[in-house]
């Protein structure tokens, strides 16, 4: 059974920074970090292939960076100049066959229970 589990949410002012992590159970998945405000839909945010291949949705790109340990079967997610807009629950995700995108959240198969993040101006 997959496993992930997210920490490291919390609050902080606009401008500040945080880093997700997400202990996983799996490794050679493609791994992706998500995030949900009340009241929107699920977006994409970022992901990383097995390989180390990355990609970023356009709201974070140059602020974030989404990395992972294999030895430690960590992902993690470095948020800079965080802004008020970028206040969700922030999910890991796993997909074992490559082939969802930061666009198709549903292809992702397997979820953690989400992180909250909230950005005060």
């Known amino acids: 059974q997959v496993q992930l589990v997210e920490s490291g949410g919390g609050s902080v002012q606009a401008g500040g920074s945080l880093r997700l992590s997400c202990a996983a159970s799996?490794?050679?998945?493609?791994m992706g970090w998500f995030r949900q405000a009340p009241g929107k839909e699920r977006e994409g945010v970022a992901s990383i292939d097995s390989d180390g291949s990355t990609s970023y949705a356009d709201s974070v790109k140059g602020r974030f960076t989404i990395s992972k340990d294999n030895a430690k079967n960590t992902l993690y997610l470095q948020m800079n100049t965080l802004k008020p807009d970028d206040t969700a629950m922030y999910y890991c995700?796993?997909?074992?066959?490559?082939?969802?995108?930061?666009?198709?959240?549903?292809?992702?198969?397997?979820w953690g229970q989400g992180t909250q993040v909230t950005v005060s101006s």
């Open positions: 995700a796993a997909d074992r066959w490559g082939i969802a995108t930061i666009s198709t959240p549903k292809g992702f198969a397997y």
């Open positions: 799996v490794s050679s998945y493609r």
